[in-house]
Nanobody, 124 residues
Framework: VQLQASGGGLVQAGGSLRLSCAAS????????MGWFRQAPGKEREFVAT????????YYADSVKGRFTVSRDNAKNTVYLQMNSLKPEDTAVYYC??????????????????WGQGTQVTVSS
């Protein structure tokens, strides 16, 4: 399984970005997908996740109401729409995939495959 995250960049506070994560695996539609981020000097933290059926989404409290996770199984891609960005959202964002039909959640241990990360920088 290979995951390729893209869409990061530099944006002003209050702006928006949409991250994409393309997966090269035939079983994408049966895998839960998550987004995590890591700011300089901090531990990697959970951002959002979507179940393999797409019916369940969960968010970190810090992004709830501003970020939206979605998936397009026909394109083997998961998205993270980020609105009302804040300087504290600055981090490297990683996408991750579970094994087929596994449950999703906030814990990194639930995810077996990780992308390389894309940098998001929010200026004040």
């Amino acid at each position: 399984v290979q995951l390729q995250a893209s869409g990061g960049g530099l944006v002003q506070a209050g702006g928006s970005l949409r991250l994409s994560c393309a997966a090269s695996v035939r079983t994408f539609s049966s895998r839960g997908m998550g987004w995590f981020r890591q700011a300089p000097g901090k531990e990697r933290e959970f951002v959002a996740t979507i179940s393999w059926k797409g019916g369940s989404t969960y968010y970190a409290d810090s992004v709830k109401g501003r970020f939206t996770v979605s998936r397009d199984n026909a394109k083997n891609t998961v998205y993270l729409q980020m609105n009302s960005l804040k300087p504290e959202d600055t981090a490297v964002y990683y996408c991750a995939a579970t094994t087929p039909t596994a449950l999703v959640g906030r814990e990194m241990a639930l995810y077996d495959y990780w992308g390389q990360g894309t940098q998001v920088t929010v200026s004040s």
